[in-house]
């Protein structure tokens, strides 16, 4: 029913944009062949804001749910990247398609090198079944937190195992992100007591698994008391999450890590959580993509560019032109 | 006229709302007179995004020009809490007042210890001409995006000649805030070279001044050098960025920072730069409210809740829902 009506509109819009629905159903096959330009084409189309999310081929719809969602994020420089290079290679190991994400700073400040990074996963480039992909947040963050959403879905759509997203920011906007996922990695280094302490409520909010990387350092034994007198202090959960050591440097503790992911999925499908965060996410999509498009649709409204003017002429506080915006467009 | 028009609309809105709006100015006049209780109430109105704007007293209402802004960024850890400590001294000496808008972050990864830098500005606690208040980005980017630069305005009004703000997280809605300043001071630590490299434009587009702190460590001069030869790539502006050393923890080079900032400040006067700025702040103002407003007045929206229904229940694409509100809301 709502399916219909969404065609209606749809189609009264433009019809036009049927043919390039053909085409966007088109590359969502072709991606999920395997085929990597058809895949690039569509990640560029969700970069330029074109919904391709509603041409997902009948066959592909469900097939996402199949694929595990991993979000990891930390301190700059505790070694994220080297880290999910290592578990691109566990799960290669089991041979799943693998894609990564990486959301890159705007912000001149992510400590690792960047460059690096990227120069350091190209260890894969040659392997047919890894996809990495990074995503910058430079522009609009109204249309970073749609993009990447989408992309995720998109990649989850179209075969792949695992789908790692990774943020090297650590702003409110790279941390929701990441911590929307199946499962959240927060990567420590050894002694980092003060500000956990500090961050408390942050940390145990996102994070599904615990990795103290760097674990050759002095130090571990300090963090993992910290970290675990603050999961004592936290109101219980169902999922206690782990605290495991890794030198990611040289492999060491990945296993642990991977089996560690592997425990927290079955939780979340055992105990339906999946399904709930699932849902969280299409809602949060549904807002933000919401607010996108309204956002789009002001520069077309002549109260809004009038009001503006006044604005910048300083003839009225912002705020309070903002409201009248507002009263105008929802009263009519 | 358009003053007029907002009043007009206001007062059909609700009468009692007039009553509210003599209190807001009171605790205005009162906040100006150097009342921090009454400067407390403001920002937490703020906080709970009541308009607060409207109802600046005449006489105060220009006073904010005489104020300046500046945003503090950097890596965590790299010293930005010491260094307002030490500007902060510094203005005082010339018996100005201070203000200091730390922004905390939701994300656990400060790498800087958060409790001990709100203990360490303690040291002004004293000090009846230093206010530091500290806003945490917990809760919804919407409402922290507008409360931010509605609060700096308001201190901006009540007579601080300084107002810095200051961010301990580094994702984009950080350095959004904090480059919209008059003066952006951004903070490296030496042989931060990679880093630099990899994030050019970032750091190009919002530096007004940067400071290498704990300039008694190795690798200054190739940080120096670095930075140098970043910016000879870098399209020419009218101000290039001067680079200050500093030790923070003893007060090495503060001044030379104190005279960079009268310097760039003189720079903004002179150029007309500091109105463009002025207007720049006041339209994103104005463009950030509008969609606050908006995604506020989304949970009172019909379509708006029966189309998030169906897209919990995954009868509709999120991002086909989102048109579809936006369609009706739009259109009617």
């Given at each position: 029913?709502?399916?219909?009506?969404?065609?209606?509109?749809?189609?009264?819009?433009?019809?036009?944009?049927?043919?390039?629905?053909?085409?966007?159903?088109?590359?969502?096959?072709?991606?999920?062949?395997?085929?990597?330009?058809?895949?690039?084409?569509?990640?560029?189309?969700?970069?330029?804001?074109?919904?391709?999310?509603?041409?997902?081929?009948?066959?592909?719809?469900?097939?996402?749910?199949?694929?595990?969602?991993i979000g990891m994020t930390g301190a700059p420089g505790a070694g994220k990247?080297?880290?999910?290079?290592?578990?691109?290679?566990?799960?290669?190991?089991q041979d799943d398609e693998v894609a990564v994400l990486a959301i890159d700073p705007t912000s001149p400040f992510s400590g690792g090198a960047i460059l690096g990074d990227r120069v350091r996963m190209q260890s894969h480039a040659l392997d047919s079944k890894v996809y990495i992909r990074s995503m910058a947040t430079r522009g609009s963050l109204g249309g970073l937190a749609v993009a990447v959403p989408i992309t995720l879905r998109v990649l989850q759509l179209v075969s792949f195992d695992e789908v790692i997203v990774e943020t090297v920011g650590v702003g409110q906007v790279e941390v929701d992100i990441v911590g929307s996922s199946d499962s959240t990695i927060v990567v420590l280094n050894p002694l980092w007591g003060?500000?956990?302490?500090?961050?408390?409520?942050?940390?145990?909010?996102?994070?599904?698994?615990?990795?103290?990387?760097?674990?050759?350092?002095?130090?571990?034994?300090?963090?993992?008391?910290?970290?675990?007198?603050?999961?004592?202090?936290?109101?219980?959960?169902?999922?206690?999450?782990?605290?495991?050591?890794?030198?990611?440097?040289?492999?060491?503790?990945?296993?642990?890590?991977?089996s560690a992911l592997a425990a927290h999925r079955a939780f979340l499908?055992?105990?339906?959580?999946?399904?709930?965060?699932?849902?969280?996410?299409?809602?949060?999509?549904?807002?933000?993509?919401?607010?996108?498009?309204?956002?789009?649709s002001l520069k077309n409204s002549g109260d809004f560019v009038r009001l503006h003017q006044s604005v910048k002429e300083g003839e009225i506080e912002p705020t309070r032109a903002a409201q009248e915006v507002i009263d105008k467009i929802l009263r009519n």
């Open positions: 029913m709502v399916h219909t009506l969404s065609v209606v509109v749809f189609l009264k819009r433009n019809t036009t944009d049927m043919e390039e629905g053909d085409k966007v159903a088109d590359l969502f096959r072709r991606a999920d062949r395997g085929d990597r330009s058809a895949l690039a084409r569509l990640i560029s189309l969700i970069e330029r804001e074109k919904e391709v999310l509603s041409f997902v081929p009948e066959g592909l719809r469900t097939k996402g749910t199949n694929s595990y969602l990247s080297t880290l999910t290079d290592r578990l691109i290679e566990w799960y290669r190991r003060d500000s956990i302490q500090a961050n408390k409520a942050g940390l145990l909010e996102i994070a599904d698994v615990f990795v103290i990387n760097k674990a050759d350092r002095d130090g571990v034994r300090q963090t993992r008391r910290d970290l675990d007198a603050m999961l004592d202090l936290s109101e219980p959960k169902k999922w206690r999450p782990p605290i495991i050591e890794t030198v990611a440097s040289d492999g060491q503790g990945v296993a642990e890590l991977g499908v055992d105990s339906g959580e999946i399904n709930r965060k699932r849902e969280k996410r299409a809602s949060e999509e549904f807002t933000k993509a919401t607010l996108r498009l309204f956002e789009r």
